[in-house]
């Protein structure tokens, strides 16, 4: 693995852009330069690494012929910039923004497909795709032949840090607001969060589906090479800080050993399965943690073909700032 990459990082200052600092740092990620790059707001902040605070510089004015490789955090307008000056530049990049159709930008989870860059050897970005889509994958790429999938359905309940750091703000404000008795005023949510659920996590077209719902679709057929995979998926929005949820419900075409699909899970990469008799929490297992867990795995009362589990996982660390580096360090290590 080479030991001379320059890495710029865009969108520094933010939960997941912090997040993935620490993980390139825990990692020790072959890197000869760190650069930390945000927008007007972010500029001048300083972010720890290696035992030392390195500035922030403005994103816009940044030469990428200093780096080789680029991680874009966030989904502003300067990331769209970012992507095409690093491009232009000869990086290879991570995208997290997911502003690129999966056609034209496919999407890299290293437990699930990191062969994919063995036919591409000439590609400069790869996406990583929503923490959901990458706790999803992680959790059926190996038992989808055993169950022979072809439907999933799924619920997920986002925790506040999914909208970033105004979020967890939100969430802590209304509910100091609800403990002190004081009116509350919901802002970036619109409606009360705090000991509430939401319906949805974000505005939903004629159809009724979110932008966010309809993306992990197309990640999920994509990482799972089943494009016609039927995908019913719910986004709520629950009062948790970090840390997803996701309630799943699989439909084979063939009758399931639940014993036999608890065993291949264990067996696999990325993937810890609690016992029958217990099952994980977000709050309590999967913060800070570097796997998914998986409990609850059972078949369906009525139908021995339905498979039904109950997955946790830190969104931010595991399924944004890890899934990125682990994709960073495949690029490099074989490619740049």
């Known amino acids: 693995m080479p030991t001379d990459v320059g890495v710029a990082v865009v969108g520094a200052v933010s939960l997941v852009g912090e997040a993935l600092v620490e993980v390139l740092e825990e990692r020790a990620f072959p890197l000869s330069e760190l650069h930390l790059l945000d927008d007007d707001e972010g500029v001048g902040h300083t972010v720890v690494?290696?035992?030392?605070?390195?500035?922030?510089g403005g994103a816009d004015r940044f030469d990428f012929t200093r780096v080789q490789l680029v991680f874009l955090v966030g989904a502003s307008t300067l990331v769209s910039e970012c992507h095409v000056r690093a491009i232009t530049a000869g990086c290879r990049v991570i995208d997290l923004s997911g502003s690129i159709p999966v056609?034209?930008?496919p999407c890299l989870v290293p437990e699930v497909n990191g062969a994919l860059l063995d036919s591409e050897t000439g590609r400069r970005a790869v996406a990583s795709p929503l923490p959901e889509s990458v706790a999803l994958a992680i959790a059926l790429a190996p038992i989808r032949h055993q169950l022979g999938l072809h439907g999933i359905t799924v619920t997920a309940c986002l925790p506040v840090s999914s909208r970033?750091?105004?979020?967890?703000k939100e969430l802590a404000?209304?509910?100091?607001?609800?403990?002190?008795?004081?009116?509350?005023?919901p802002r970036l949510f619109?409606?009360?969060v705090a000991f509430n659920m939401l319906a949805q996590t974000e505005g939903v077209d004629a159809q009724g589906h979110a932008a966010q719902e309809r993306r992990l679709v197309d990640e999920l057929r994509q990482l799972l090479d089943s494009p016609q995979l039927e995908v019913s998926v719910t986004f709520i929005q629950a009062p948790v800080f970090f840390g997803e949820s996701l309630v799943v419900s699989l439909r084979g075409s063939r009758d399931a050993d639940a014993q036999l699909l608890s065993a291949t899970l264990e067996a696999a990469p990325g993937i810890e399965v609690v016992a029958s008799d217990d099952y994980p929490t977000a709050v309590s297992d999967a913060i800070g943690q570097d796997v998914i867990y998986i409990g609850r795995v059972r078949c369906g009362i009525c139908d021995p073909r339905q498979v039904n589990l109950?997955?946790?996982?830190d969104n931010v660390r595991k399924g944004a700032a890890l899934n990125a580096v682990q994709s960073g360090e495949l690029l490099i290590k074989d490619y740049l």
């Open 164 to 168: 970033g750091a105004a979020g967890v």
């Open 103 to 105: 056609e034209q930008q």
């Open 49 to 56: 690494f290696n035992g030392r605070n390195l500035r922030v």
């Open 190 to 192: 619109g409606r009360q």
């Open 310 to 313: 109950w997955i946790v996982s």
């Open 173 to 185: 404000r209304q509910t100091t607001e609800l403990l002190n008795a004081r009116p509350l005023e």
